[in-house]
């Protein structure tokens, strides 16, 4: 199979993936360069086209000029909630992730097989059963419509993920090396930041991106569990589209798709080959 | 750590339990949290779902009451038509792009990092991103056939996204679109896995690489290929962002999909026991791909070790 084949089938089979290639890159090249159109070049031919003057003015309208429902300060604030809900959550649910995906491999205790099966069930119940519960809990500890609320949310739904990702990585530490440290006298703390953080840099940053990545994508919760002025960035794109149904302006929301969709992308770019780990470690349960 | 020797000379004083609280602490709560919302939130849904609820939770017993006006209700039966078709559809076209393109990329091709990268990037980009981009795209007065026109073929059609008939399929354009690339990253790892020796063998036995791949290859992948099935049939379950920004379940209630029932049900009408039944409903779905997955896996471990 990797012999070389000769020289048609290899021209067909470069010709194949770049055209798929092509197909895949057309989206996002669709929205760069309308991105770069006014509204009423689009409105006189398609979304698909050449920009005839770079209409750099999109993406400061976007960013903090254009309204949704009737406040007009752009994207900005919501770019800001994202990140305020994203970066916290993301920090929480890894190092607790951490320390409990530690705890149920090394460390080990009485239940612990029981409890991390339990909690690696998040991974597939649907978030339709828990929307409820959700905002019954929050409405109780005062935390509805608050970006409080979706760390919460977003801490405790990603310790499944986080757990599961740190106990496989950790399961292959010689348990020798903790039994080791426990006869000298180390502490489960000490052995965490002594033995198990120095060892994590790999899997900390497949979970980080991971983290990272899910949260600021997520929609379904911050859509039910905020409004107005408290929405997460991919909430707001939604209410934006909606708001601006009748005059269309699809410079500016090309322009605001693209800065939504930038920290994760960038986050790809750099990080691609932990976020492809992050993938396939999340397939093979 | 200072801490702890600071505590040593007192270190009799204290109870064993309590020198060790911040431990017991910081390993159970994150877990027992983790664990009792799954359970308790799991449990409380079930039970609203026999509730006669709408506007708030309240207690009583409807039986199954709910279930069979949500089983009834048009709305439910379209999305679950919708999600046969789409996830079976999705499920079975992705897969396949994702094995042609894994197996290309196999073919010791130049560029193949970047081809990767490519064909990898829609996943990290949010549904809501890509379902507002593919609505562009698929508008008819916007997108691909407007451009067409432009042109000069003036009776193109591609209007797919307000045929109530075919508007599913732009759903399953836009879903194969984001995450064939995730099941083309597996298969490449799979492919990567094949034993070389046996290839060897079979090249020496003059196998060409069409027989190489249908006899050898190719069946070795199916483990795989079960996982990536049920994987995108998990995401194929739970669709909502995707469709919320292509169609909202639109045109009329063409693309409505069990996600979109729920949260219609829950939120928008207020009918918190219907809501939940529909809900349950697609645990229900969902537990019929996993359960028959996780008995095979199982049965494979079982016999991987006793093997």
Known sequence: MRERGFAPTRILIYLIVLLVAAAWLAPLAVVVLNSLRTNEEIAQGSMIGWPQHLAWSNYAAAWSGFCVAETCAGIRPYMLNSALVTIPATIFSTLLGAVAGYAVSLWRFRGDNWIYGIVTLGLFLPQQMRLLPWTIVLRDIGLINTLAGLVLIHTIQGLSFTTLFCRNYYVAIPHELIRAARIDGAGFFRIFWRIILPLSPPILIVTVIWQFTHIWNEFLYGVTFTSGQQQPVTAALIALSAAVADIPQHGVQSAAVIIAALPTLLIYVLGGRYFVRGLTAGAVK | ?307
């Open chain 2, 1 to 307: 750590m200072s801490n702890a020797a600071a505590m040593r000379p007192g270190r009799s004083a204290l109870p064993e339990w309590v020198r060790r609280l911040p431990e017991y602490l910081m390993i159970w709560v994150p877990l027992l949290l983790s664990a009792a919302h799954l359970i308790s939130f799991s449990l409380w849904t079930i039970w609203i779902s026999f509730t006669p609820s709408t506007l708030v939770p309240v207690t009583g017993w409807v039986g199954l009451r709910n279930y069979s006006a949500v089983a009834a209700s048009r709305n439910w039966q379209i999305a679950f038509d919708n999600l046969l078709l789409f996830g079976i559809s999705f499920v079975v076209l992705s897969a396949a792009t994702g094995l042609v393109l894994a197996i290309l990329l196999d073919q010791r091709i130049r560029g193949e990092n970047v081809l990767r990268s490519i064909f990898l990037y829609p996943l990290a980009v949010s549904f809501v991103v890509t379902g507002t981009v593919w609505s562009w795209l698929l508008n008819p007065g916007l997108g691909i056939q407007k451009l067409v026109h432009d042109l000069g073929w003036s009776s193109f059609r591609f209007d797919w996204l307000i045929d109530r008939d075919m508007a599913i399929w732009t759903i399953v354009i836009a879903a194969i679109w984001q995450s064939s690339g995730f099941a083309m990253a597996l298969f490449l790892a799979g492919l990567r896995s094949v034993d070389g020796d046996i290839v060897k063998a079979a090249q020496i036995d003059g196998a060409g690489p069409v027989r190489m791949y249908r006899r050898i290859i190719l069946p070795s992948l199916w483990p795989i290929t079960i996982t990536v099935i049920v994987i995108q049939l998990q995401f194929a379950i739970s669709t909502f962002d995707l469709v919320r920004a292509l169609t909202n379940g639109g045109p009329g209630i063409a693309t409505q999909l069990p996600a979109l029932v729920v949260y219609d049900l829950m939120f928008q009408r207020s009918l918190l026991g219907r809501g939940a039944a529909a809900a349950v409903l697609m645990l229900l779905i969902l537990l019929a791909v996993l359960l028959p997955y996780a008995a095979w896996r199982y049965h494979q471990r079982r016999r991987a070790t006793h093997a």
